[in-house]
Nanobody
Framework: QVQVVESGGGLVQPGGSLTLSCVAS????????MSWFRQAPGEQREVVAS???????NYADFVKGRFTISRDNSKKTIVLQMNSLKLEDTAVYYC??????????????WGQGTQVTVSS
């Protein structure tokens, strides 16, 4: 079993900053990509940023230059630093972890999500 827990959401004014954290735990042999997704009310879940085990990061166009994803492999943790937040960044943010609990299988594990609300 792999548990994924997000933290750090909250209420912030436009232009403000928030930091989200995600930690994976459990019987994990290895972790490949770790990602942040978000889902606004009535919208589909979309990828925000992802980072490989080697530290290669990719960002959705709508967050480039504003958000930064980082990773600590020893702690099985990723952090999403969100700056210059906009009203349209309001969503539930989810962490997804590609993890292996055996040598023959890799699965996606999701956290419960953390609410980010950008409002004046």
């Amino acid at each position: 079993q792999v548990q994924v827990v997000e933290s750090g959401g909250g209420l912030v004014q436009p232009g403000g900053s928030l930091t989200l954290s995600c930690v994976a735990s459990g019987r994990v042999l290895s972790i490949a990509d770790m990602s942040w997704f978000r889902q606004a009310p009535g919208e589909q879940r979309e990828v925000v940023a992802s980072i490989s085990r080697e530290g290669r990061a990719n960002y959705a166009d709508f967050v480039k230059g504003r958000f930064t994803i980082s990773r600590d492999n020893s702690k099985k943790t990723i952090v999403l630093q969100m700056n210059s937040l906009k009203l349209e960044d309001t969503a539930v943010y989810y962490c997804k972890v590609q993890a292996s609990i055996s040598f023959f299988r890799t699965d996606d594990y999701w956290g419960q999500g953390t609410q980010v609300t950008v409002s004046s």
